[in-house]
């Protein structure tokens, strides 16, 4: 079936690359520092008394449906207890503490200001030291990792090696710059951060993707498969046409398609494409006009939280939509939660940060067919119990044909590196040893 398929589908090439192309003001082309700038996020008082000003003048809020738990979105029930905790409780400046608890820096790339975190561990000499990107996805930052950071960059004697962690704020999301005229999608940020890691004196590395950066980070893994040593995804997808058709054979046989204990993860598909239609409105939004929504979301903190936390919390586990709190707390902690709503907040980076569907489905993007055109980079890949979609290893490997393993999880959601940070920690990390070998 799939040699028959790849007779009709032909693989495309891969696209040109223009390693130079300029996305910043065109009054700067010509004028660009590279330098290597240490960075500080600062939370100024004038910037938290506004927030607590917007914050304490919040309208009153329309009541939810009788029993309708967050079916019909964030449940305003929930929300005064978030807005004076976030108001009145949040500890800002030991948060600020916090998130500059790791050395930060910004550089020039093709005319954005990249933000990113350097980690690099001190080693005892004959131990190497390789870099690990890692890229974090919508609506997160690089605080992902923060919990992360600690397990990658251990010096061990039973590793020749040690990681150095680049956790970059991708393009337009946090403090890291975006495009000021169109199509700047996945492929055109995939050459971003590949010149970061040349900047960074880093000729070749690993990657780690999830959300977006998974996708971003299989951009560089087809356009640059000499210097990408080895990636790691928690979000494994295939959208090219044969896995598409193949998807869909399954619905009728899916033991053709997906081991048995793993078939309710995709069949049957009326009920993954039920959950399409309930859960992504805010998608078919951000893809078509990002910047009317991102209007409200830039002026309202309140809009601004009850827009991100009800994601987190379908992202998390898609049935909490029947549940009034979304069973936030379980999962992550008040401070988790504000800290990455204060990185889109005091960057005001929500509509940057949102125009990322928009490019990344457009007709320009979509052309490039890069889910059909095979990497050589060898892939390891983690799937959680409860992402948004499962992907057969055999079906990644039409794109990845050296993916080297699976690991299966019987829990965690969508945002893994929140929810179960040592756990995906420990398994980059066999990656990488892998990858070494």
């Not at 390789?130 to 992360?148: A, C, N, Q």
């Not at 600690?150 to 962690?165: D, G, M, N, Q, W």
């Not at 409200?296 to 994601?311: C, H, I, M, Q, V």
């Not at 993007?365 to 290893?393: H, R």
């Amino acid at each position: 079936m799939i040699s028959l398929l790849s007779m009709y589908f032909k693989t495309p090439p891969v696209p040109d690359i223009d390693l130079n192309e300029w996305w910043g003001p065109e009054c700067l082309q010509g004028h660009q520092d590279t330098s290597i700038r240490p960075f500080r996020i600062e939370f100024n008082e004038s910037m938290i008394e506004d927030l607590r000003h917007r914050l304490r003048n919040t309208r009153q809020l329309t009541p939810p449906l009788k029993d309708s738990g967050s079916e019909y979105g964030f449940n305003t029930y929930e929300m005064p207890g978030w807005l004076q905790y976030w108001s009145e409780e949040y500890p800002f400046h030991e948060r600020e503490r916090m998130i500059n608890r790791y050395p930060q820096y910004r550089t020039n790339i093709q005319g954005l200001n990249v933000h990113f975190v350097r980690v690099t561990p001190e080693v005892p000499p004959g131990v190497e030291v390789v870099p690990l990107l890692l890229l974090h996805g919508w609506p997160t930052s690089f605080l992902d990792f923060y919990e992360l950071i600690p397990t990658l960059t251990t010096v061990s004697k039973h590793r020749r090696f040690a990681i150095e962690v680049i956790a970059a704020n991708l393009p337009g999301f946090g403090f890291s710059e975006g495009a000021v005229r169109p199509g700047f999608g996945p492929d055109k940020i995939a050459v971003v951060l590949r010149n970061l890691m040349h900047r960074l004196g880093h000729k070749k590395f690993y990657i780690h993707g999830a959300d977006w950066g998974s996708v971003v980070a299989s951009n560089m893994a087809t356009f640059f498969p000499r210097e990408v040593l080895g990636y790691h995804s928690s979000m494994p997808s295939n959208i090219s046409p044969i896995a598409l058709i193949l998807r869909l054979i399954g619905a009728v046989r899916p033991s053709l398609v997906v081991r048995p204990e793993l078939a309710d993860r995709m069949y049957p598909l009326s009920t993954q494409l039920g959950k399409i239609l309930k859960e992504f409105g805010y998608f078919y939004l951000q893809a078509t006009k990002p910047d009317t929504v991102d209007i409200a979301l830039t002026d309202s903190p309140a809009g601004l939280l009850a827009y991100y936390f009800e994601k987190i919390s379908v992202g998390t586990r898609s049935y909490y939509r029947h549940l009034a709190d979304g069973r936030l707390r379980i999962h992550y902690t008040r401070e988790q939660l504000i800290d990455n709503l204060m990185m889109y907040w005091v960057s005001n980076s929500i509509a940057t940060a949102g125009r990322i569907y928009a490019e990344s489905n457009s007709l320009r993007y979509f052309s490039l067919q890069i889910d059909s055109i095979p990497s050589e980079v060898p892939t390891w890949i983690m799937q959680a119990k409860y992402e948004i979609f499962y992907t057969p290893p055999w079906m990644y490997q039409l794109k990845y044909p050296n993916l080297l393993n699976e690991t299966v999880l019987d829990t965690g959601g969508h945002f893994l590196s929140l929810e179960l940070p040592h756990v995906l920690a420990e398994d980059i990390l066999k990656a990488v040893i892998e990858f070494q070998r």
